[in-house]
């Protein structure tokens, strides 16, 4: 323990710099900065901790706390480490659910914290192993768990240096509760086997929950969701190849604040583009609409013809594409799907996915969809009958997680 705080103090430099640019996206500047510098002390008598890292986790973290607010349960404390986290708090207007930004995990400031915080239980949200967190939360006799985990640890050297850390780490969690059998082989390196269960992928069971707020583009559109760097040119050229005015291509970027890296790919001249952020209208002839907002990507998927999901046409590893199941859309992903296999091999062996192995196969697969209407029922279909199959995977968590709370 002692190496890895001499390391983090190391490299905390690095860290303050991080921080100063996420602050530039904040709202709240300082109290930003200072929340993740001191941490502070929490006031209120909180019942139960949750955190949840960022715009993923939230969603879920927001979810089981309306699950146990529905049981009786009251004064849910959630932490999170990014701005835009804490953005989709406020918009879900939970009653009984504050939030306050985790601290980085330097001894002292995560002690603070910590013995500030009554709450018995800490619940982490898929995988956020901080040394001195866990430690520091032990001392303090609360118990931990971990809920759609997964874990993907690093290989080579920077593997052979840290797993002690993290075995040590994870000696301090009471359950590991994975999304998926192949995070429990990850994790079985790492802790005992009786500390590891998986109970599926809780994002299949929530994404049903947004509510509609009526459709926010007029004209039939494709949308490419959660796109990262260099995925957008990669579908633009093949989107372009159509040389159709009447349908649109939508790109939702994973992470907004990328938009000037976005229009630095693509050759402006010739191509007629709209960006949300800035309001521009959707003319006929505008050919590609970038979506640059947050809290808006299930409406984009639900009025979409199809959805591309990004994270899989460069190596990223994919991101969930349940959402666009549920809503009953035809579903196209790329090679680097490693995040998801159990999904990815789920749906596409039963025709409710279609993988794109190499970027030239897009306009084929593109032209195929529009002009058969049929071919793409049966995976809009097949995607949502799957989909529908796991929504017991919410009420199962919420069952194991009472059990911790109430030890």
Known sequence: MLKYNFLLYLLSPVFLIRLIFYSKKSTGKLSYLSNKLYGGKISKNYSIWIHAASVGEMRIALRISKSLLDKGYQN????????????????????????????LDFYFTTKRFVKSIAANTLIIIETEIWPNLYRLCK??????????ARFNPPSG???????????????NVDHIYCKSDKDVKSFLDYTHEKKVSSLGNIKHAIV?????????????????????????????????????????????????ERLGDILS?????????????????????????????????????KYSEFTLFGGSFVDVGGHSFMEA??????????PYMYNFVEETEEFLKNNALIMC????MLKNIFDKL???????????????ELAKSKRAILENYILKIEKHISC
């Not at 708090?89 to 504050?98: A, I, P, Q």
């Not at 001392?139 to 759609?148: G, R, T």
Request: charged share 25%; with cysteine; hydrophobic share 40%.
């Open 157 to 171: 050297f920077l593997g052979l240096i840290s797993k002690n850390i993290y075995k040590s780490t994870l000696d």
């Open 357 to 360: 192995q190499k970027p030239e």
């Open 325 to 334: 199941a549920v809503h009953s859309k035809a579903i196209i992903v790329g």
């Open 76 to 103: 849910i404390l959630i932490t999170s480490n990014t701005p835009s986290s804490k953005y989709i708090w406020e918009g879900s207007k939970l009653n009984n659910v504050d939030h306050h930004y985790l601290p």
């Open 265 to 301: 790919d693509i050759p402006l001249s010739g191509i007629n583009i709209a960006i949300r952020s800035k309001k521009e209208k959707i003319r006929n002839s505008t050919q590609i609409y970038i979506a640059d907002t947050l809290g808006e990507m299930s409406n984009l998927i």
């Open 208 to 256: 049903d929950d947004v509510e509609d707020s009526g459709r926010i583009i007029d004209k039939k559109y494709v949308l490419l969701a959660s796109s990262h760097h260099r995925e957008e040119i990669i579908v633009i050229k093949e989107w372009l190849k159509l040389k159709s005015n009447k349908l649109l291509l939508v790109i939702a970027p994973r992470h907004p």
């Open 370 to 384: 529009f002009r058969s209407k049929s071919k793409r029922a049966i995976f809009e279909k097949n995607a949502y």
């Open 139 to 148: 001392k303090c006799n609360k118990n931990i768990i971990m809920v759609n």
